[in-house]
């Protein structure tokens, strides 16, 4: 196998928001979710990818005012390219990224990945009976 149908590369540069968009739309999180949203919450986010052989294989981004709060977001890695510690890679990547050093708090939701987040130093809310929300599921239908 050449090197470059092996090779990965994670940009904070390089962001596909129809790849993006491909993917949230249908993603049990953001089902149907307009491009347009899309675009405008990857313009207002710290955005990471995973490219592939020249497409984006992954993706992930933080929405932070960058000194106090960050919400991962939209975490995904498509199903031919999971099992590679991409994931992974792309959220440490954020961990280490300059603007989101000494911040207080980090938030995610998740269904089903505890487990990979519990590994890269994510605990539970200790109390989830001090968070609230204003929740839209229909939104986007």
Not at 36 to 56: F, G, I, M, P, Y
Not at 77 to 83: E, F, I, M, S, T
Not at 86 to 112: I, S
């Amino acid at each position: 196998m050449s090197e470059s149908r092996t090779r990965y590369d994670i940009s904070f540069d390089r962001i596909d928001s129809v790849a993006a968009h491909a993917f949230l739309s249908q993603s049990y999180w953001s089902l149907g979710i307009p491009l347009e949203t899309v675009r405008r919450a990857l313009e207002n986010s710290l955005c990471v990818a995973v490219w592939h052989d020249d497409a984006q294989v992954g993706f992930a981004r933080v929405v932070t005012d960058r000194a106090t709060f960050a919400y991962l977001a939209d975490v995904y890695v498509l199903d031919a390219h999971r099992g590679k510690g991409m994931a992974q890679a792309m959220v440490a990547r954020l961990h280490e990224h300059p603007d989101l050093q000494g911040l207080r708090r980090w938030l995610l939701a998740t269904k089903d990945a505890h487990t990979l987040y519990r590994g890269m130093g994510w605990t539970d809310v200790p109390d989830p009976s001090i968070m609230m929300q204003r929740h839209f599921p229909d939104v986007y239908q």
